[in-house]
């Protein structure tokens, strides 16, 4: 009969093998450090017993002198068990974030290009890992997503990442690998205690289990609290935000203002966190806070790294920062497609009352006049207020020009929002 520790685990790995759709393949993350072979060396016995495709990915950041030998291992390993694996060598641009947060994203990115829709990935983290992450984000200052840490299954592009052993201690991987005469590298980073996870795993939490010796699994207990009560409270949210919606990417900031503070906080928040953006430090949210009753006519912009809040007649929008436009007028013979320097124009013109007269595309430079079917000339400026356009995306409108007559407004790549009396485009469809 197995040993506990080994039954235990292997019974972790049934469980998650039971939920993995069938006739798709289960990857393993394989680091070549003691957790992720023996996850490999386990799942290589749960899958065969299951009759199960099982696979393996090591990504090779190449960001130290040891990748070789780790992948070295990966391979022979992969050998050993019959497991094919995949390697992926990945560039790591520390810029911006620090060198292990890069390499995580790095690393994430290319299992999601390189796994199949429908798969799953196992990785091999565990209960210590989990109090880590717990810990960081407090010290952090984390609200409840972030001290949810990781769960112990998400889906992310159709891929679903699963951590079967989330609730095992560290411990007992290390009596599991003991017994199996595992082997695996040393990862000469992990003992560097500059790097903070190092110092948490070195230095801290055993000061912690001295006084407190189930002081990992109780962290990681209220990561776990955690990720319920911000699951629940999502709901919650998404469902109130539906209400506040007055249209895409935007809220209604008067609506808004009238919530308590918390609650603004957190509709916020969640809303940067639907549309993909980083959410804002808490002194640009306070600041963004307080000017949500600005007057209409105000240009309120609250900017952070990757995102930013404009204010525009009592609506709240949220969005990537547009990158400064420089000048920029091409001609145009209006049937190749056009790239403009934010995208593909996505149009091309059919007809033209002035066939023989040439086009140019160029920004909206203000002072524009079209003649619009059915309503006559009329002032750009005059549209896009009748449109109810935000003044940043006004500067961003690309204008089809002949001679002095404007004869078509775009908003690139879809929206052709005017054309001009005599001319008529139509929709480039995207090469098959
Ligand atoms: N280079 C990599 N290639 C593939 N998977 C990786 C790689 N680095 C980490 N992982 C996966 O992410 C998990 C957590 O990573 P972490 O950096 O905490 O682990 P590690 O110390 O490198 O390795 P291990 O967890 O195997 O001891 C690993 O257990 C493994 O499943």
Redesign the pocket.
């Known amino acids: 009969m197995a040993p506990q520790p080994l039954n235990t685990l292997q019974r972790l790995l049934n469980d998650a093998l039971a939920e993995t759709p069938p006739g798709r393949s289960i990857w393993?993350?394989?680091?070549?450090?003691?957790?992720?072979?023996l996850?490999l060396a386990l799942a290589a016995r749960a899958c065969e017993q299951a009759d199960r495709h099982l696979r393996a990915?090591?990504?090779?950041?190449g960001l130290q002198a040891a990748a070789q030998s780790?992948e070295a291992h990966c391979r022979d390993m992969c050998v050993r068990l019959n497991v094919p694996l995949t390697v992926v060598n990945v560039t790591v641009d520390a810029q911006g974030e620090g060198i292990e947060g890069a390499a995580r994203n790095a690393?994430y990115e290319a299992f999601l290009a390189t796994i199949p829709t429908g798969d799953t990935l196992w990785?091999?983290?565990h209960q210590d890992?989990q109090a880590e992450t717990f810990l960081l984000a407090a010290l952090r200052g984390s609200g409840l997503r972030g001290l949810a840490g990781m769960p112990y299954r998400r889906e992310a592009q159709s891929t679903t990442l699963v951590r079967p052993w989330l609730s095992v201690h560290r411990a007992e991987l290390e009596a599991a690998a003991g017994l199996l005469e595992l082997r695996?590298c040393e990862?000469p980073t992990?003992q560097d205690i500059r790097f903070d996870r190092n110092r948490l795993r070195h230095r801290i939490l055993p000061a912690l289990r001295e006084r407190w010796p189930t002081a990992v699994a109780a962290l990681a207990n209220s990561a776990t609290n955690a990720g319920d009560a911000d699951a629940v409270l999502s709901e919650y949210l998404a469902a109130e935000l539906n209400e506040l919606v007055t249209g895409e990417g935007q809220i209604d900031a008067s609506a808004l203002s009238q919530r308590s503070r918390p609650r603004q906080r957190l509709l916020v928040r969640t809303l940067c966190q639907q549309q993909g953006l980083p959410t804002p430090p808490q002194k640009r949210l306070e600041s963004l806070l307080d000017q949500l009753n600005a007057k209409a006519g105000a240009a309120v912009c609250v900017e952070w790294p990757g995102a930013q809040a404009r204010l525009w007649r009592q609506r709240l929008y949220l969005m990537v920062p547009f990158e400064a436009l420089s000048s920029w007028e091409v001609s145009w013979d209006g049937q190749t497609p056009l790239e403009t320097p934010i995208g593909p124009l996505g149009w091309q013109v059919a007809s033209l009352q002035e066939p023989s007269q040439p086009l140019r595309a160029t920004w909206r430079q203000g002072g524009e006049v079209i003649q619009l079917p059915k309503r006559g000339r009329r002032d750009l400026k005059r549209l896009l207020q009748e449109a109810d356009m935000p003044p940043w995306e006004r500067q961003r409108l690309v204008v089809i020009m002949q001679g002095e007559a404007c004869i078509g407004v775009v908003c690139p790549p879809a929206q052709l929002l005017w054309q001009a009396e005599g001319v008529c485009f139509t929709r480039l469809t995207s090469p098959a």
């Open positions: 393993v993350a394989l680091s070549g450090g003691l957790d992720s072979c996850l990915i090591h990504i090779n950041h780790f690393r990785l091999a983290q890992d695996w990862d992990n």
